[in-house]
Nanobody, 120 residues
């Protein structure tokens, strides 16, 4: 069965960096879009970044220039490099795989989420 597992979340001071990873198993995901979404307490889940099977990237305006999404198809893994973290980035981050790229309902598979906290 398909499984996505996020890792790399944690607590970092404002201005710091974290790198999230999401490893997929149970299939071949080369042609899938891979995306990152986040949900803060009391907020709707929102799009963060995505990368298509062709390698085209998409970013939310709030993270453009600070976050970078990449993928390693040999490892079925997608990454989110997060630099210059802000308190506003604090959320549970979810990895997804599917048609994508920027609409949550276009993804078929989701990870369990990993907490990211950018402390003030």
């Amino acid at each position: 069965q398909v499984q996505l597992v996020e890792s790399g979340g944690g607590l970092v001071q404002a201005g710091g960096s974290l790198r999230l990873s999401c490893a997929a198993s149970g299939g071949t995901f080369r042609s899938y879009a891979r995306g990152w979404f986040r949900q803060a307490p009391g907020k709707e889940r929102e799009f963060v970044a995505a990368i298509t099977g062709r390698g085209t990237t998409y970013y939310a305006d709030s993270v453009t220039g600070r976050f970078t999404i990449s993928r390693d198809n040999a490892k079925n893994t997608v990454y989110l490099q997060m630099n210059s973290l802000k308190p506003e980035d604090t959320a549970v981050y979810y990895c997804a795989a599917g048609v994508g790229p920027t609409i949550a309902t276009n993804y078929d598979y989701w990870g369990q989420g990993t907490q990211v906290t950018g402390s003030a």
